[in-house]
């Protein structure tokens, strides 16, 4: 199975800061990761699949970038809503997630 | 944009079994494959089984592989999660989700695009 290795896991930031994320493959999964947001209580939000695309309706302030095992998830002009835990996940089967980043204040 | 509804979750002891269930409203149910995810107390994701729109083809993670079944009834617009001989570390929120993907060069790549709130299942004895 690929593993997925996320950090930091986690990270205080400020509103207004810019907060890059990292996930690392065990082996190459070219472009097909996913990054997801999640708010205490409630399901996982899809934000970018592959790696770079962003879904509709998911503010231009967060973007994505890497590919072959290296990703990052950067989130600039943080606002209070994006106070979260992110995970990134790939995409072959068995799908396999990252640990999480908790972003919080 | 669709949801999803999960339930049938609850507290039951070692070795006992649940049924879980997740109904699909807002979208043309029958054309998508679903997934099950689960997320243990304050610990990541961990995916544990996906149906492809027919049901004709599922996969499931090794953590569960010949203890849970997953299953469709596409005139009902709901999955279901068969759990047996449940561990302690079989405790988590699950959670099920809409699958979507990308087929390229003989290869499918899975993502989830819609996901439902869970359903909390707690094994203690």
């Known amino acids: 199975d690929i593993q997925m290795t996320q950090s930091p896991s986690s990270v205080s930031a400020s509103v207004g800061d810019r907060v890059t994320i990292t996930c690392r493959a065990s082996?190459?999964?070219?472009?097909?990761l996913a990054w997801y947001q999640q708010k205490p209580g409630k399901a996982p939000k899809l934000l970018i699949f592959?790696?770079?695309s962003l879904q509709s309706g998911v503010p231009s302030r967060f973007s994505g970038s890497g590919s072959g095992t290296d990703f990052t998830l950067t989130i600039s002009n943080l606002q209070p809503e994006d106070f979260a835990t992110y995970f990134c996940?790939?995409?072959?089967?068995?799908?396999?997630f990252g640990g999480g980043t908790k972003v919080e204040i | 944009q669709g949801q999803l509804v999960e339930s049938g979750g609850g507290v039951v002891q070692p070795g006992r079994s649940l049924r879980l269930s997740c109904a699909a409203s807002?979208?043309?149910?029958?054309?998508?494959?679903m997934h099950w995810v689960r997320q243990a107390p304050g610990k990541g994701l961990e995916w544990v089984a996906v149906?492809?729109?027919?049901?004709?083809?599922?996969y499931y993670a090794d953590s569960v592989k010949g203890r849970f079944t997953i299953s469709r009834d596409n005139s009902k617009n709901t999955i279901y999660l068969e759990v047996n001989s449940l561990t302690v570390d079989d405790t988590a929120v699950y959670f099920c989700?809409?699958?979507?993907?990308?087929?390229?060069?003989?290869?499918?790549?899975?993502?989830?695009?819609?996901w439902g709130k869970g359903t909390t299942v707690s094994v203690s004895s």
């Open positions: 592959p790696a770079s």
């Open positions: 082996q190459s999964i070219s472009s097909w």
């Open positions: 989700a809409r699958g979507r993907g990308e087929y390229v060069g003989g290869h499918y790549y899975y993502y989830m695009d819609v």
């Open positions: 996940q790939q995409a072959n089967s068995p799908l396999t």
């Open positions: 807002g979208f043309t149910f029958s054309a998508y494959g």
């Open positions: 149906i492809w729109f027919d049901g004709t083809t599922k």
